[in-house]
């Protein structure tokens, strides 16, 4: 079955650093589109960023919120998804979801707190 485990969420000051990751099985890993999400207290969940399949050229995309700020990457070999957060803010606050394209499964999630 489908599982997608997020990790590496945690607790740091504005202008920290985190990186996450996303642990995918169940499904040919290669072949969809990953993403990441957020969402934040008693907010919509948004679209952070996208990275294509290697088949597809494997391009990303961000929301223009974090972009300049956040890397979205993938490994293949891994069956994982890692998306870099740099200069974060307090903003930045969520739980932080990845997704696969096509697929209709959530994660349970990781939480990231920025704050003094």
């Known amino acids: 079955q489908v599982q997608l485990v997020e990790s590496g969420g945690g607790l740091v000051h504005p202008g920290g650093s985190l990186r996450l990751s996303c642990a995918a099985s169940?499904?040919?890993?290669?072949?969809?589109?990953m993403s990441w999400y957020r969402q934040a207290p008693g907010k919509a969940r948004e679209l952070v960023a996208t990275?294509?399949?290697?088949?597809?050229?494997?391009?990303?995309t961000y929301a223009d919120s974090v972009k300049g700020r956040f890397t979205i990457s993938r490994d293949n070999d891994k069956n994982t998804e890692y998306l870099q957060m740099n200069s974060l803010k307090p903003e930045d606050t969520a739980g932080y979801y990845c997704?696969?394209?096509?697929?209709?499964?959530w994660g349970k999630g990781t939480q990231v707190t920025v704050s003094a």
């Open positions: 169940g499904f040919t890993f290669s072949w969809h589109p």
């Open positions: 990275v294509n399949s290697a088949g597809a050229g494997g391009a990303t």
């Open positions: 997704r696969a394209a096509g697929i209709d499964y």
